[in-house]
């Protein structure tokens, strides 16, 4: 009988130490997943801080291209009128010139 209480008492203070091992893994591992929760959250905070400074940097890229197409655009513009303007000029000259000959003939 003796022996019967022993094992028992044994029996409990093992069943309470793994219980005490247990409660134990429990709050280390909801620690650990708190923190991994944290983590996560602070990653994705930073991802989206990322993807929102990305594609403000690819909007101002493109208004910067936009705005250079655009003026390459004003120049090449501005030298066809130019190259208009010394072709009409070169033909009025040529016609003035064919003028005074026809004049002296």
């Known amino acids: 009988m003796q022996w019967l209480n022993e094992n028992a008492l044994k029996s409990s203070f093992a069943s309470q ?4 091992e247990l409660i ?3 709050r280390e591992n909801y620690t ?3 923190q991994q929760t944290i983590f996560r959250q602070q990653f994705q905070e ?3 801080k990322w993807q929102q400074d990305m594609n403000n940097i690819i909007d101002k890229n493109a208004q910067i291209a936009l705005k250079f197409a655009m003026k390459m655009r004003q120049e090449k513009m501005l030298k066809r009128q130019i190259q208009q303007q010394e072709i009409q000029t070169k033909l009025f000259e040529e ?3 064919n003028d005074d000959d026809n004049q002296l003939e």
């Open 24 to 26: 134990n893994y429990i």
């Open 46 to 48: 930073i991802t989206n």
């Open 17 to 20: 130490k793994l219980k005490t």
């Open 32 to 34: 650990n997943c708190y």
């Open 95 to 97: 016609e003035e010139e």
